[in-house]
T-cell receptor
Framework: QKEVEQNSGPLSVPEGAIASLNCTYSDRGSQSFFWYRQYSGKSPELIMSIYSNGDKEDGRFTAQLNKASQYVSLLIRDSQPSDSATYLCAVTENDKIIFGKGTRLHILP | GAGVSQSPSNKVTEKGKDVELRCDPISGHTALYWYRQSLGQGLEFLIYFQGNSAPDKSGLPSDRFSAERTGGSVSTLTIQRTQQEDSAVYLC??????????????FGPGTRLTVL
């Protein structure tokens, strides 16, 4: 099984600032990439999906994909305390979906 | 509409006992996944079912773990002779199937397993 790597954090970001979350993956064949948010004690929920190189924006969230560097990131603009959670990067590997260990994000009020 | 449901929500068992965890996916979803999440850890892939294809069991940690999916719908994860290291939250997810836009997974609430 290939690897999906994330910095475990915690990443502390002041309220209103930009939070930047990074993920690298080892399977060059991966085609689909996802960011999930998981609040403590809850199940993961999808925030963003991205399939082609470049940026994809949805509200305060921007996903960035660089397949050559095997790198995917998530930017959260105007960070809010409600963004405090663990963010899980996921990639496809032969149609199954593999998750990283997640980055804990803490937004400082 | 109904989401992914899992039962039981909590299970406490004694070391050496067998347990069965159930997952009801969203109707029409052909793909079903089981993951395990230990406290403060990420999601560990266990097994993946897609339609009538043979399941991908590459993530099952030992032969004590098995899963089946009957009629392409409900799935049961069985852990035999449970050990304390099996204690974790077991999450089930379903999706429409492979292919872009269909990969989006919807997670159930999980089953918290505690092995004493």
């Amino acid at each position: 099984q290939k690897e999906v790597e994330q910095n475990s954090g915690p990443l502390s970001v002041p309220e209103g600032a930009i939070a930047s979350l990074n993920c690298t993956y080892s399977d060059r064949g991966s085609q689909s990439f996802f960011w999930y948010r998981q609040y403590s004690g809850k199940s993961p929920e999808l925030i963003m999906s991205i399939y082609s190189n470049g940026d994809k924006e949805d509200g305060r969230f921007t996903a960035q994909l660089n397949k050559a560097s095997q790198y995917v990131s998530l930017l959260i603009r105007d960070s809010q305390p409600s963004d405090s959670a663990t963010y899980l990067c996921a990639v496809t590997e032969n149609d199954k979906i593999i998750f990283g260990k997640g980055t804990r994000l803490h937004i400082l009020p | 509409g109904a989401g992914v449901s899992q039962s039981p929500s909590n299970k406490v068992t004694e070391k050496g006992k067998d347990v069965e965890l159930r997952c009801d996916p969203i109707s029409g979803h052909t793909a079903l996944y089981w993951y395990r999440q230990s406290l403060g850890q990420g999601l560990e892939f266990l097994i993946y079912f897609q339609g009538n294809s043979a399941p991908d069991k590459s993530g099952l940690p030992s032969d004590r773990f098995s899963a089946e999916r009957t009629g392409g719908s409900v799935s049961t994860l069985t852990i035999q002779r449970t050990q304390q290291e099996d204690s974790a939250v077991y999450l089930c997810a379903s999706s429409l199937g492979p292919g872009q836009l269909a990969y989006t997974q919807y997670f159930g609430p999980g089953t918290r397993l505690t092995v004493l």
